[in-house]
């Protein structure tokens, strides 16, 4: 899977475009519109992962930049959890300090603080292990609602290939990241070719996210090249 995840854009007509209007489209991402475009990609990365068909392309920029939007909506909605709790436990921690109440005032605070920090670091974790099976059925579906039909993520979640891909895409960008780090220090092209391999990890990862939860949902697959070669004459 990883194999195919690295080299997945190459199945494009054209991956010198794909990756430079996606290196571009990151690069101009404080413009916002640009980021939308960014994450419609990755929705349709997902989509066409699911079932290995062909990598998507960049038209239709009215539908790649609705469908960004959408994806970050839920994004949000799955995070909003996990930061309420970040900032009750960072809060707490900052603002119950009072000098004249003493030690043990601050020894309860503090607990209370740890606890919801910790709390928020657990949600954080399954957040992020089922946000991507949401975003595959909303990109599947075009439907919003799909990404929080939690009765429907079962099969992909309790899947041990699933669990595997999302280890490969933790991976995958826990190394991408150091060499993205690496990169961005280059003088002069430092911006661009950082702007570049984030586009190229999105795509990575979102392949990878999309493959896992398409083989553990059994989603029919692209047929391999023998399998529609049709008998020999």
Known sequence: MLTEALTYIRRTENPTR???IGTLLTMLGFLIVPL???????????RAAQTDDEPPIWDDWKE???DGVKMFAIAIAYTLIPILLLLVGVGTASTTIDPETGAATIQSFTALSIAMLTLSAIIS?????????????????????????FGQFKSAATNSTYAIAWLLAVAVN??????????????????FLAAALAFYLNIVTWYIYGRGIGLSEGLPQRPEPEDISGPAV
């Open 18 to 20: 794909t990756v430079l």
């Open 36 to 46: 939308f475009m960014v994450l419609g990609f990755a929705v349709r990365v997902v």
């Open 64 to 66: 790649l930049t609705v």
């Open 125 to 149: 974790v399954a957040v992020a292990y089922v946000l991507p099976i949401g975003v595959a059925h909303f990109a599947e579906t075009g439907r919003i609602g799909d990404a929080f039909a």
């Open 174 to 191: 826990i190394v991408g990241g150091a060499v993205l780090g690496a990169v961005a220090i280059v003088p002069l092209l430092g911006f």
